[in-house]
């Protein structure tokens, strides 16, 4: 039998433990083709509002990223202000990208706006308003939750995100690290007294 008191079984006990919770901690961050299949560029329709409508559908979180796809010699995007935004000024953006694979990192949490830095394109409705986080987009799917048919990528070139499945190994971790967890405070209990 082991000896509980032994300081290697001690230190092997703290690692498993530190293990478990590593593995029970999921971080969960996706890249965002803007438009998606569309890429970056002037809606077909004039009145179309690609850009409001995938919006709506997208749940953007702190360590996003949005990637915005164009034909670097046609186009650019910038973010901007939001009566920049509705009234397409394109003079003193925050952010000018222009080198046709342009990806931006979410920092923050708040409103964006962007839109083409080309002239008349943001009146053609070729420009984006984001919320990000608290207060954003509750009507927006989670990543993991859009049917298989939805356009949305965790990364540019990735499968579409599947539902999470429905078998019972995430009980069974669960029970194994509360197992676990018992036996080293057990452990724990029995080595003090």
């Not at 207060?135 to 965790?154: D, I, M, R």
Request: net charge neutral.
């Amino acid at each position: 039998m082991t000896n509980l008191r032994n300081p290697r079984f001690n230190l092997f006990l703290v690692s498993l433990l530190v293990t478990l919770v590593q593995i029970q901690t999921k971080v969960r961050c996706y890249q965002y083709k803007v438009g998606d299949l569309d890429s970056w560029g002037i809606p077909i329709s004039p009145s179309s509002q690609l850009y409001d409508k995938w919006s709506k559908y997208h749940y953007l979180s702190i360590g996003d990223s949005l990637l915005f796809l164009y034909p670097p010699s046609q186009d650019s995007v910038i973010q901007v202000t939001e009566e920049s935004y509705k009234s397409c000024n394109l003079k003193d953006p925050i952010l000018y990208m222009n080198n046709g694979n342009s990806l931006l990192n979410i920092t923050s949490e708040g409103d964006f706006y962007f839109t083409s830095g080309e002239a008349g394109h943001c009146q053609k409705n070729q420009k984006l308003h984001i919320t990000v986080g608290v207060g954003g987009n509750t009507n927006a799917l989670a990543p993991t939750s859009l049917p298989l048919n939805a356009p949305s990528y965790p990364t540019v070139f990735g499968n579409i995100p599947m539902a999470p499945s429905t078998s019972s190994s995430p009980h069974l971790t669960s029970k194994f690290s509360l197992i676990i967890i018992g036996f080293f405070l057990c452990y724990v209990h029995c080595s003090l007294a």
